[in-house]
């Protein structure tokens, strides 16, 4: 848990209905080939009356060390997400295991005032990841792939049908 990531909100707890914004910037956390300076990004907190706090991270930003799967190139791989929404929920029994999987609402930390949104960036960042990791100006190599394929598949349905 990286205390850059840890937010204090008993004051928005107390106030129902009361938001504040917090600029998260130059933030290391535990993403694999993560360039400094980190990630950057806004989050909007949002208390409601239920004892819950809305979080919101817009503007995520970050650049990551990435493999091209087509040519194996390195390449510097950036990361720009719109926007990313989490509920922490006091009524949500906080786990040690840093493997435990939460259902909907995600915990306050034990002490019941703060929140800590490591994951919630991560996780954001995670499910941006490409399937295939391409180089910028290297998708020519798809098209050619697919125009080899092309070929090959008119030529084998052409030898089959002349004999």
């Given at each position: 848990?990286?205390?850059?990531?840890?937010?204090?909100?008993?004051?928005?707890?107390r106030?129902?209905?009361?938001?504040?914004?917090?600029?998260?910037?130059?933030?290391?956390?535990?993403?694999?080939?993560?360039?400094a300076?980190?990630?950057?990004?806004?989050?909007?907190?949002?208390?409601?009356?239920?004892?819950?706090?809305?979080?919101?991270?817009?503007?995520?930003?970050?650049?990551?060390?990435?493999?091209?799967?087509?040519?194996?190139?390195?390449?510097?791989?950036?990361?720009?997400?719109?926007?990313?929404?989490?509920?922490?929920?006091?009524?949500?029994?906080?786990?040690?295991?840093?493997?435990?999987?939460?259902?909907?609402?995600?915990?306050?930390?034990?002490?019941?005032?703060?929140?800590?949104?490591?994951d919630?960036?991560?996780?954001?960042?995670?499910?941006?990841?490409p399937?295939?990791?391409?180089?910028p100006?290297?998708?020519?190599?798809?098209?050619?792939?697919?125009?080899?394929?092309?070929e090959?598949?008119?030529?084998?349905?052409?030898?089959?049908?002349?004999s």
């Amino acid at each position: 848990m990286s205390r850059l990531c840890v937010i204090k909100v008993s004051d928005l707890l107390r106030n129902a209905t009361y938001a504040d914004e917090v600029a998260i910037e130059d933030c290391m956390i535990a993403i694999p080939h993560l360039r400094a300076p980190g990630v950057s990004a806004v989050c909007r907190l949002q208390s409601t009356n239920d004892g819950m706090i809305v979080a919101t991270l817009s503007d995520i930003v970050a650049q990551i060390d990435d493999i091209c799967d087509l040519s194996g190139e390195s390449y510097i791989r950036s990361v720009y997400i719109d926007s990313y929404q989490w509920k922490f929920n006091a009524d949500v029994a906080f786990h040690a295991d840093p493997n435990y999987v939460y259902e909907d609402d995600f915990p306050f930390l034990p002490d019941g005032e703060s929140i800590d949104i490591e994951d919630m960036l991560v996780q954001a960042i995670v499910l941006q990841e490409p399937l295939i990791h391409i180089k910028p100006g290297n998708e020519h190599i798809i098209d050619d792939i697919y125009e080899d394929q092309e070929e090959y598949t008119a030529w084998t349905v052409s030898f089959r049908t002349a004999s």
